[in-house]
């Protein structure tokens, strides 16, 4: 089994759409109720940021989606990881954040590299922040937007820039911050209201294999599944 852990939960649902969308996984069924119980008593230290999904393939193996709900959890994966081969069955690990995470992130790689368990462990840290991820999708699938989406996606968009600074001290970079979470919340009410799962299924749904390599974390994420 593949295990690829996520800081955070909207994280989990974005490579959970791509997986399905673009790799053909299918979610798995119940009979994974007792491997879901497994993971919730190796993390049971933050029960309520913990979400576990369960995708299965024509490939035999299943791939584990881990939230763990904060960069500071990275570590219980490298505490639990001796577990998670011996009694799990766990494969493989890809361990994926945020750039602020990224000490946190290779910290608790170097961690399990250290109790040699003799399988691959990989980390995929995005250039900026999971908004910027999803900006590269939208981007990517401009074309195939609806005009009348557009036309209201570029016109928020305008009127939001004017409203925050690009100049580089802390002051800019939290409101550059502030200005993707919002840029994502507009992109979310207009192209996939429902909830983030919705966008997500939404964005992927218009993309194909063939864009994976043009979005160099999705290409990683496919590069690691084959390994």
């Not at 500071?72 to 954040?97: M, P, R, T, W």
């Amino acid at each position: 089994m593949i295990l690829i852990v996520f800081e955070g939960f909207n994280d989990l649902q974005f490579f959970k759409s791509f997986l399905i969308k673009v790799k053909e996984y299918n979610e798995g069924t119940n009979r994974n109720s007792n491997l879901k119980d497994q993971f919730n008593k190796l993390f049971e230290k933050n029960p309520g940021g913990t979400r576990i999904d369960i995708l299965e393939h024509t490939n035999p193996e299943k791939v584990i989606l881990l939230s763990i709900g904060g960069k500071q959890y990275f570590k219980d994966v490298a505490e639990a990881s001796k577990a998670l081969v011996k009694i799990v069955g766990i494969s493989k690990i890809l361990l994926i954040g945020d750039k602020d995470g990224e000490e946190d992130i290779i910290t608790a790689k170097n961690e399990i590299i250290k109790k040699e368990l003799n399988i691959p462990v990989e980390v995929i840290v995005y250039r900026g922040c999971l908004e910027d991820l999803i900006f590269s999708v939208v981007d990517l699938i401009n074309p195939l937007i609806p005009q009348r989406d557009k036309d209201v996606l570029n016109k928020i968009f305008r009127i939001l820039s004017e409203n925050y600074s690009n100049e580089e001290n802390s002051e800019s970079n939290r409101e550059m911050s502030i200005f993707k979470k919002r840029k994502t919340g507009i992109i979310h009410t207009i192209l996939g209201p429902r909830c983030w799962g919705h966008l997500f299924d939404e964005l992927f749904s218009k993309f194909c294999e063939e864009d994976i390599d043009k979005i160099e974390e999705l290409e990683k994420v496919k590069i690691f599944l084959e390994l």
